[in-house]
């Protein structure tokens, strides 16, 4: 009974974050950028997110005729589905707060990431438009360029804990935090995570200027907002994750003595990377097409297997010389 509600808590925390999410991310870019952010609906803009979910429920539902029914409805529910799943691998907190304690909760992830790609393509395809149809392309192309630098900068963290269980990885940064030797890996991660959510500077699938908002052209209504949801979702889980591979989990100070601030600590760290993945939308400009995919195949992939090559290295190193000794 614990855990089903423990299931329940942490479903209704995530998508009631991920909505709240909308409107922290327009106060921070309001307040990034000096201008004014939503403050026309109640006080200090605070009924705008109520007003566009009851705006999003009664806007017309509709269907292109010429579309791939049974597809375009799927579509949307992909994205979003993919990153709630991966949440149920995630420790939030000691000894073991989390719902699914996989053995191979690294890949378990992969496989949901690998997986959010179908959503964008799908959905873009089905449309029958031909600017969705580019954007879902361009979405296909991108998450599965970024997706192996990605999976290897998360294999050097694998290597340095010597296992792919998420609680072992976390409890291996006791002394200290991966983030030290795996500096050049976590960068690679980061990187990767911006494209694999689809955010600035990685927006190419949609590149409103280009695409008309791209793979999601003829969506509206209900089916939108969960492509919207499954992208603020997606957010959150790439900021987990960065904190369970690179930042020590819920480990914290006073941990020991007071093991409940392990849930505190990991939600801290994890809007600390919120905050910056909105920051980063209110910086930077928007590269070309072949630029991004340049800087994936040509780029953070190389460094990405000479970073996990160098650890396997001093990981054996080091277990020769602890076997002489």
């Known amino acids: 009974m614990t855990a089903i509600l423990f299931c329940v808590a942490l479903l209704a925390g995530l998508l009631a974050f991920a909505s709240a999410l909308i409107m922290i991310e327009r106060w921070g870019l309001a307040l990034w950028q000096d201008r004014l952010g939503p403050n026309r609906a109640g006080p200090l803009g605070l009924l705008q997110l109520p ?9 017309e539902d509709w269907l292109p005729p010429f579309a791939d029914r049974p597809l375009f409805v799927l579509a949307p529910m ?7 799943l991966s949440f149920s691998v995630i420790v939030w907190a000691p000894p073991l707060r989390t719902v699914a304690d996989l053995n191979i909760g690294v890949l378990f992830v992969l496989a949901m990431s690998s997986l959010s790609v179908y959503g964008p393509a799908l959905g873009g395809w089905s449309s029958r438009n031909k600017y969705a149809l580019l954007g879902a392309l361009r979405a296909a192309a991108q ?3 970024y997706e192996a630098p990605l999976a290897l900068a998360m294999l050097g963290v694998v290597v340095l804990a010597g296992s792919f269980r998420v609680a072992d990885i976390v409890e291996a940064q006791r002394g200290l935090w991966f983030v030290v030797p795996q500096l050049p890996g976590f960068v690679l991660f980061f990187l990767a995570a911006l494209a694999e959510t689809r955010r600035l500077p990685f927006d190419l699938p949609e590149a409103e200027n280009e695409l008309v908002a791209g793979f999601h052209t003829e969506y509206s209504s209900m089916k939108f907002a969960l492509f919207f949801l499954g992208e603020y979702v997606g957010i959150l889980l790439m900021s987990a994750l960065t904190v369970t591979l690179y930042f020590g989990g819920y480990l914290g100070p006073f941990i020991d003595r007071w093991p409940g601030l392990g849930a505190a600590w990991f939600v801290l760290k994890m809007l600390a990377f919120v905050a910056l993945f909105i920051l980063l939308r209110a910086s930077l400009p928007r590269p070309r097409y072949d630029q991004l995919n340049t800087l994936a195949w040509k780029l953070l992939l190389p460094l990405a297997l000479a970073n996990l090559l160098a650890t396997g290295a001093a990981v054996l190193g080091r277990q020769a010389v602890g076997c002489r000794l």
């Open 78 to 84: 992909i994205p979003a589905t993919a990153a709630l």
């Open 51 to 59: 007003a566009d979910m009851i705006k999003l429920f009664f806007k």
């Open 143 to 145: 998450m599965l360029g």
